[in-house]
């Protein structure tokens, strides 16, 4: 699941949930980063309109947290610049399609939050 700082993307770009992002992995909070570089859990809450949708994921200490432009958070245990969180139980496929053809609208304004 992935958040970009870019203005648009490609229709093959299925796991991007939101542009215009106002952070980057790499202008994420010290004690942030301090928590997911010790492997520590965060809870993160989609929100938009009435909607919303949660789940975890871990940080662990191979993050690179240096990406200026996006911020993922996988499922699986990959590490790259752009990874922020890792073992997420979700993934973009599991948002509800409610909230998927809301985050369509160029007009719809997605809020992130980060619990830890």
């Known amino acids: 699941m992935q958040v970009t700082k ?4 490609t229709l093959r770009a299925d796991c991007i949930i939101g542009v ?6 790499a202008e994420i909070s010290p ?3 301090r928590h997911l570089l010790e492997g520590g859990e965060i809870s993160v809450s989609l929100m938009t309109g009435d909607m919303e949708f949660s789940f975890r994921a871990w940080g662990d200490h191979g993050l690179k947290l240096k990406h200026g ?3 993922v958070v996988r499922r699986s245990a990959y590490i790259d610049d752009r990874t ?5 139980t ?3 496929k599991d948002l509800p399609r409610s909230m998927i053809r809301t985050l369509r609208n160029p007009s719809t304004v997605l809020v992130v939050e980060i619990v830890f």
């Open 6 to 9: 870019d203005e648009e993307i």
């Open 20 to 25: 215009r992002a106002s952070k980057s992995v």
């Open 31 to 33: 004690e942030l980063r």
């Open 69 to 71: 432009s996006d911020a």
């Open 84 to 88: 922020l969180a890792i073992r997420s």
């Open 90 to 92: 979700a993934a973009a």
